[in-house]
Each structure stands twice: as structure tokens, then as C-alpha cells.
């Protein structure tokens, strides 16, 4: 996917709500990973944490650089990391370019890793960052899961199934609707429905209700009463 | 009743809670070395984490009359940072001969990964070497088998079973564990794991051997007086309390017994509380002085 063209979607999206956000951010250089990494974290206090709540012609625009994403969640600040992102990744050649993406993530506080995990998909290459995804899966800060597992391409394209299968466990036990994750019907496997369903007779075993969703990825419970329950 | 409380996380836990722990009966615990809540990034945490189990937290705990013992061991989520989990097992050694380390643990699956098997079964060669029993830690996710994989690894490792306590046990993993003979950890949990009503059902089914609770209290939903009231609700149901003393007091110390560092005459008389001491210059009191 050309990085340019979604990169000034995503400038575009930050200037129509934050203006004066979009100009600092002509003025951010990605050879300084100090003064980058600062920018990066400063970008929720200059772009806003809204929510986009994008227009209709912003949608068509987004999804016709980047097809697969999901935006619905995504708040001004993270469109504004991205474009940081996708303007250094255009800067700086590959091997820069990962040191400082990997930079901003381990010195990010939670919600910029939650903004990073929601950009991740975009950048150029995203599967080497594959073991820090799957490492940030095994965080308990509930939102940053549900950047990676909820409304992002990234897991269903790039986890190992085992890693993909513990995620939806994981979003389970966290109650969190596992219609949610996108792909899971095209990465459904025997193992993750032995895993669900086993998930739903552990949890009536201890008189506990069951996820109403979990068919999505046990498809027994859709023909059982517990579903139900 | 006298109480031991085999898995309570005191570090996150405040000296309001060490009171409340010592009101209800509660004379003993064992605090195992486990995740902070979120991943450390270098080795020195850990050093720093290790001695604070043995120094100041042992200590913290005594100024309210509650002997403390501790577990040390590589927790199976941060097993999977390859760098860290090589530095923190090569860390090990220096802290399992210490006075009061009563096992190795908490360790064994969390993702289930390849990594997670291989630090589980480096750290039960290092508790077979410096002779400890260990505590296993069951995962959240894929429990039953996990629990199963968990007690494979035992197997395959030849070490003793007797000397394993498999922690976190529900009502589909409690079976499979006294089938083996390992020891059945219950974690009473104000939400998840299990709470003291289904606990009691377990106890009248499957009766008291090997049977062991704990609060596991930490930094999340937790309660450090769980023991204390799965008691409560024991007696109501029936429970005799020579079955209740056997699963909080004699069960517990009979398996950190087995670490040959937990001397069973000295735990009948509690600790003299002097509040004056103090640890490396810092005492419990803020400024009082009693």
C-alpha cells in the first residue's frame, strides 16, 4: 500500500479537526529519535483525543489507501501517530525506520502503544513487528489489548495460529465482544473451537454465565442451550 | 483458628491489610515472586524485586506478627522475553538457598508457548538442585490443559510430584490434579477463579487431602481476608473444623515443610512485634514512635 497517499489521508483527517496540530506536525523530524518520540507522545495534547468520527468522503478516502482498516475507535491523536509513522517510514530507510517505530513504542505510556497497535497494520513491512504485538498481547491494560484484538487487521493477517487462538481466549475471559476482532471467521480452526468450547463448559462448571458470542468461535455452543444462558 | 495463607501478593498490598490479616487469625504467608502487572525491561527489576522478598517485605510483615516466606522463580508470561528470561534464570541461583525461600514458583504456562515450557523445566532442574518443592501456576485461558500440560511437564522432568503444588485449581482441573500426586492450589477470588461457595462444594466432595486455599491477593480485585472467610462459610455449611484446620494450616505447612526452611515448632508462637526496629534504617512507623 503506498504509505505516501495514506499518510496525507491521515494529515488531511488531523487538519479538518486540529489545524494548528497539522502544521506542528510538518515541523516533527524523524532523524532525531529523542525529538520524534517526543513528538509522538506530544500528539494527543496538540491533535485532540477525540473520537474521528469521520465524514463520509474521509472514509472513502482512507479506505481506498488502506482497504482493510478499521477506524470507528480510532481518536485524532492516533491518526496523527500514524502519519508520524508513515511520514518517517518515507524519510528513513528500513533498518532507521524500525529503530524508531520500536523506539516510540517502548517509551510510549499505554495509550501511545494503544495508537501504535492501531497503526501498526499500516506501516510499511508490519510483519516484522510481529513479536511485539504478539508480546503486548500478554498486557492487562484492557484497552491496549482491544487496540490489537478489536477492530484490527493485524492478528487474522499476521498472528501463528496459537498466538491468534490466545488472543480470542483472552478477549473471552475479558468480556470483551469477540465480533470484534476482525478475520475470525476466516481464521476459525478445530483448536480454537475446542478451546471456546472448553472455555464454556469451565465456565458452567462454576455456575458462571457464559460469553453470549461464543459460538462465533465454538460453533457446538450455537446448537446447545448454555450458549444461551 | 490458626491460618496460613500459602499465596498472598503482600508487596501490592497495604499495612491496613497486614492488620486486617493478623485480626482474622492469619499467621503465616507465602508470597510468590511473580509478574508486576506489566513487563519489566531489564534484569535489574528483578534483582531489585528478588531482594525486596527477602529483605524488606519479610520484614514489613513481622512488625504485624505475620511470619513471611516467599517463593522465588521467572513467572511464565515474562518467560517469553527470550533475553530477559536467559538473564533471570542464570539470576536464580542467588536467591533459592536464601533463608525463607520456600519453593520455586510461581511458574508453568500462561500463553502455553515453547518458551514458557522451557523456563518451566529449567526451574524445576534448579528445584530439584537446591532442593525445593515448587508452586505451579495454572493459566487463565485453556486451563484444563494447560493443568494437564503442566503436570506432563513434571512427569517428564522425573521430578517428585509430591513435591509440586498445582495452584489455581477449578472445578475441572481439581480431579485431574488429585489423580496425580501433586498437591490442589484454590485461589478464592471476589470474581474469577473461585469464591468460598463453590469452594466449600469442593471440600465436601472431594474432602481434605492435599486441598489447599489461598487469597492470592495483588494488585488486582482481590481480597487478603479470603481464607479467613471460606472458613466462615465452611462452618456454616457443616465442614468439621479439624477438615478446615487441615486445609489452612496443616496441609500448607506440611508442603513448604518440605523445603526443610519452614520450622513448624517456631510457627506456633507468632513473631514479637517491636515496632522500633527497623530495616536498613527505614521502619514501618512514619514518623510515630511507639
Known amino acids: 500500500m503506498p504509505a505516501s497517499s495514506l499518510e496525507s489521508a491521515l494529515l488531511g483527517v488531523v487538519r479538518a479537526r486540529a489545524d494548528s496540530a497539522a502544521a506542528w506536525m510538518a515541523g516533527v523530524r524523524p532523524t532525531d529519535m529523542d525529538a520524534f518520540c517526543g513528538a509522538y507522545t506530544a500528539a494527543a495534547r496538540k491533535a485532540g483525543r477525540e473520537l474521528l468520527a469521520l465524514t463520509e468522503a474521509e472514509r472513502i478516502a482512507l479506505g481506498s489507501s488502506a482497504p482493510e482498516a478499521r477506524f470507528d475507535r480510532w481518536t485524532v491523536a492516533d491518526a496523527a501517530r500514524a502519519a508520524l509513522l508513515l511520514r518517517a517510514a518515507d524519510a528513513l530507510d528500513a533498518a532507521d525506520f524500525q529503530a524508531l517505530a520500536i523506539g516510540c513504542f517502548e517509551r510510549g505510556d499505554a495509550g501511545e502503544q494503544a495508537s501504535w497497535m492501531r497503526a501498526v497494520a499500516l506501516l510499511p513491512s508490519p510483519e516484522r513487528f510481529l513479536p511485539i504485538v504478539i508480546d503486548s498481547c500478554r498486557t492487562n491494560v484492557v484497552p491496549l489489548f482491544e487496540a490489537i484484538a478489536c477492530e484490527n487487521p493485524y492478528p487474522a493477517k499476521y498472528f501463528p495460529e496459537r498466538n491468534f487462538n490466545q488472543m480470542v481466549l483472552k478477549a473471552l475471559f475479558n468480556s470483551i465482544a469477540i465480533r470484534r476482532i476482525v478475520g475470525l471467521a476466516e481464521r476459525m480452526n478445530p483448536e480454537l473451537a475446542r478451546m471456546a468450547s472448553d472455555y464454556a463448559a469451565e465456565r458452567r462448571a462454576a455456575g458462571r454465565s457464559v460469553p453470549p458470542d461464543i459460538a462465533l468461535a465454538a460453533p457446538d455452543e450455537g446448537r446447545t442451550e448454555g450458549a444461551a444462558r | ?290
Open chain 2, 1 to 290: 483458628m490458626k491460618i496460613f495463607d500459602p499465596h498472598v501478593h503482600m508487596t501490592s498490598r497495604t499495612t491496613d491489610d497486614y492488620e486486617a490479616m493478623a485480626a482474622a487469625g492469619i499467621v503465616a504467608i507465602v508470597e510468590p515472586a511473580f509478574w508486576l502487572g506489566q513487563p519489566r525491561t531489564t534484569v535489574g527489576s528483578f534483582i531489585d524485586y528478588f531482594n525486596s522478598l527477602v529483605g524488606w517485605e519479610r520484614f514489613r510483615a513481622s512488625q504485624f506478627g505475620i511470619r513471611h516466606f516467599c517463593t522465588m522463580g521467572l513467572n511464565p508470561k515474562e518467560s517469553n522475553n527470550p533475553k530477559l528470561a536467559d538473564e533471570v534464570l542464570q539470576l536464580l541461583p542467588r536467591y533459592l538457598d536464601k533463608d525463607g525461600v520456600v519453593a520455586v514458583g510461581e511458574i508453568g504456562f500462561d500463553d502455553q508457548t515453547d518458551a514458557e515450557l522451557a523456563a518451566f523445566t529449567r526451574q524445576l532442574e534448579l528445584a530439584r538442585e537446591f532442593d525445593l518443592p515448587v508452586l505451579i501456576h495454572t493459566p487463565h485461558r485453556d486451563k484444563k490443559r494447560g493443568t494437564i500440560r503442566s503436570i506432563e511437564a513434571v512427569r517428564a522432568a522425573k521430578f517428585p510430584e509430591e513435591r509440586v503444588l498445582i495452584d489455581h485449581n477449578n472445578e475441572e482441573t481439581l480431579p485431574i490434579v488429585l489423580e496425580s500426586r501433586c498437591w490442589a492450589g484454590h485461589t478464592i477470588y471476589p470474581h474469577t477463579k473461585m469464591d468460598e461457595r463453590r469452594m466449600t462444594v469442593l471440600v465436601q466432595k472431594y474432602g481434605s487431602d492435599r486441598i489447599i486455599i489461598n487469597s492470592a491477593a495483588d494488585w488486582g480485585i482481590s481480597d487478603p481476608l479470603k481464607v479467613p472467610k471460606t472458613i466462615d462459610v465452611m462452618r456454616a455449611a457443616g465442614i468439621a473444623d479439624s477438615i478446615i484446620q487441615r486445609i489452612v494450616w496443616d496441609n500448607p505447612v506440611a508442603f513448604f515443610a518440605q523445603s526443610g526452611k519452614l520450622d513448624v515448632a517456631d510457627l506456633d508462637a507468632r513473631p514479637a512485634i517491636d515496632r522500633s526496629q527497623q530495616f536498613e534504617t527505614n521502619s514501618v512507623l512514619r514518623g510515630e514512635r511507639s
